[in-house]
């Protein structure tokens, strides 16, 4: 397939707009760029076909299922796309005084008070961009409360279990502070006596994400943060995958002070690929000081930053239209539908679970919540083939790949998480491809290093791609000086 660049002809598809018929004004020449920049030139019917060319290589959820373990690729229903749209929603500026954008604010209130309701919280901010970059925020928070405290100095330790999600860790590092591993039990489980070993005056906290990377729900939470907070310690609940619990237990009734969500996977913004994302963090009331300002869902036109708040983690509200698509999928769910869902989400994971347990090694036995983690490590050393064959072979029967290699503690792991909006039948068919995969692999070992036949690109080097990803076309005129 052609670039875009490739497709451009010199003068093409150039002459959409009408002549200017306003003075033209000269810009002072420090703003103005010396030569001007390589755009395609190509005519409109080129472009739609480039465009219709590059979505049908595409694969997203409204192709088929997406079991890609712990980023809940779900269905998101329309409805909140056409509400994104809204004029009012789409159009309105940030810096908008704020009585002429009391609909957009009565959204932030609103979604704020169900996500409080929801997780057990007093308090929510929405303007964090991501879950990542909402456990930033809620580790600020627990740092200034120790700050508060004459502590930030002693208190600079953070427990994470090894089953937790990447971020985690990652974000104890980033904060400056300390990240302590404790392994998990051969259930899977946090080790308590780990835990109480691990803890002690110097312990700022516990991050946990629950339900954990394997998909298990741990059931000693109420002693787990009962341990940290005996310790001092705040709790930090890693909700990204609130999908198997929402409407069913709270983790603030867990005991968690602070809790992240991630409303473009549970509360149905699509995601991958990179677009906005919001992760909305709560926390208890003796944290709600702290949280960022200027913006606060609670009084939006509060023109001064508190002196206690960890200030402003990005501009404006956060990605407003996020919000709007989490506000209308709750209201469309209700309170019924909200648990409704999170048992789906559960029930589904657990017949696509038992559907390929006879084949396929699960990492752990037993239920599971939204997801399960299998492991190829005995047909790697017994029949040569990998996670790897399973997930290009999947490639070639049409359907996306679970999640690959994670979590880091479950050696050749494949993470699928069906999600609530796929039917039995659905299901089935998934589970059957994964079946057909799995044989034909251990037919043909060898076949199936070659997998996948059907896709543009097979193996690319991932060391390559990693290191050194060409993201950007570089004209040959401009030669390779920022490639
Ligand atoms: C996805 C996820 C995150 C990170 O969310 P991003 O929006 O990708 O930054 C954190 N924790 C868990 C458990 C997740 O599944």
């Known amino acids: 397939m052609k670039l875009i660049f490739e497709r451009s ?121 991501a879950g990542a970059h909402g456990e930033l925020t809620g580790m600020m928070l627990i740092r200034r409360y120790h700050e508060q405290r004459g502590e930030k100095d002693v208190r600079r330790k953070v427990i994470v279990p090894d089953s937790s999600h990447g971020t985690n860790p990652a974000t104890a590092a980033m904060n400056g502070l300390e990240v302590v591993s404790i392994p998990s039990t051969p259930e899977g ?66 005991g968690f002070d602070c809790v992240h969500l991630n409303l473009h996977k549970t509360f149905s913004t699509p995601h991958g690929g990179g677009g906005p994302g919001a992760g909305a963090v709560g926390c208890k009331a003796f944290l709600a000081p702290y949280l960022p300002a200027p913006f606060s869902a609670a009084d939006p036109e509060a023109p001064e930053i508190p002196a206690e708040s960890i200030g402003a983690v990005k501009a404006f509200a956060g990605n407003f239209l996020v919000i709007v698509r989490a506000l209308t999928y709750l209201k469309t769910l209700g309170a019924a539908g909200v648990r409704e869902s999170a048992q789906g989400a559960v029930l589904n994971a657990n017949y696509l679970k038992a559907l390929l347990a006879d084949t396929y090694e699960m990492a752990q036995p037993g239920y599971c919540m939204h997801e399960f983690v299998m492991t190829l490590e005995r047909e790697k050393q017994e029949k040569g083939f990998t996670a790897m064959e399973i997930a290009k072979g999947l490639l070639d029967e049409g359907v996306h790949p679970p999640t690959m290699y994670f979590p880091l503690i479950v050696h050749e792991a494949l993470m699928a998480e069906p999600t609530e909006t796929e039917s039995p039948e659905s299901i089935e068919a998934l589970a059957e491809a994964f079946l057909r995969v799995y044989r034909a692999a251990e037919a043909d070992p060898e076949g199936a290093h070659h997998w996948p036949k059907s896709t543009v690109i097979g193996r690319p080097d991932e060391v390559e791609a990693a290191r050194h990803p060409v993201v950007r076309y570089v004209p040959a005129q401009e030669g390779t000086q920022e490639a």
């Open 9 to 129: 002809v010199s003068g093409r598809g150039t002459r959409y707009l009408p002549d200017c018929d306003v003075p033209v004004t000269e810009l002072d020449s420090r703003f103005l760029r010396e030569k001007a920049p390589a755009l395609p030139e190509i005519s409109e019917n080129d472009l739609c076909r480039h465009y219709t060319e590059l979505e049908k290589r595409a694969y997203g959820v409204n192709d088929g299922p997406y079991p890609l373990g712990s980023c809940t690729m779900k269905y998101n229903p329309k409805v909140n796309e056409a509400m994104a749209a809204l004029p009012g929603f789409a159009d309105v500026h940030p810096l908008q005084p704020a009585h002429t954008a009391a609909g957009c604010l009565e959204v932030l209130t609103q979604t704020a008070k169900y996500l409080c309701e929801i997780t057990g919280m007093d308090a929510m901010t929405l303007t964090p961009a």
């Open 189 to 254: 489980l946090v080790d308590l006596a780990a835990l109480a070993a691990a803890v002690g005056p110097d312990t700022a906290g516990l991050m946990l994400t629950n339900p954990n990377t394997l998909g298990l729900f741990d059931p000693h939470v109420e002693e787990i943060t009962r341990i940290v907070h005996e310790a001092g310690g705040l709790c930090y609940y890693d909700g990204a995958n609130l999908n198997p619990i929402m409407g069913v237990v709270r983790p603030g009734d867990m």
